[in-house]
């Protein structure tokens, strides 16, 4: 069975930065594409980065280029995603995701490709 459970999340002024880790257990780290994907009250989940197996290409939102980065770390099993300059409208409920291990997904951005999903850390900017 597989677990993602997030953290690092909190409530930060405008202009800061956050860390957030995903810890993944029960699939295999290394071959699987991962995610981070967001919801806003009242918004749709939306994508916000993935890293994609094999190869490790980055994809991001529009919104979040040059101020987040995705990485993970196969030894600790761990995604992150380092935002830095964080803006009130990046307030969301913070997911990460996992697409099936060694599964190729040719579209990394889109949610229907991911079979497991954390339960959500909050983020929260204030201006």
């Known amino acids: 069975q597989v677990h993602l459970v997030e953290s690092g999340g909190g409530l930060v002024q405008a202009g800061a930065s956050l860390s957030l880790s995903c810890a993944i257990s029960g699939r295999t780290f290394s071959t699987t594409t991962m995610g981070w994907f967001r919801q806003a009250p009242g918004k749709e989940r939306e994508f916000v980065a993935a890293i994609r197996w094999p190869g490790s290409l980055r994809y991001y939102a529009d919104s979040v280029k040059g101020r987040f980065a995705i990485s993970r770390d196969s030894d600790k099993h761990t995604l992150y995603l380092q935002m830095d300059g964080l803006r009130p409208e990046d307030t969301a409920v913070y997911y990460c995701?996992?697409?099936?291990?060694?599964?190729?997904?040719?579209?990394?951005?889109?949610?229907?490709?991911?079979?497991?999903w954390g339960q959500g850390t909050q983020v929260t900017v204030s201006s």
């Open positions: 995701a996992a697409a099936p291990t060694g599964r190729y997904v040719s579209t990394p951005a889109q949610s229907r490709d991911y079979d497991s």
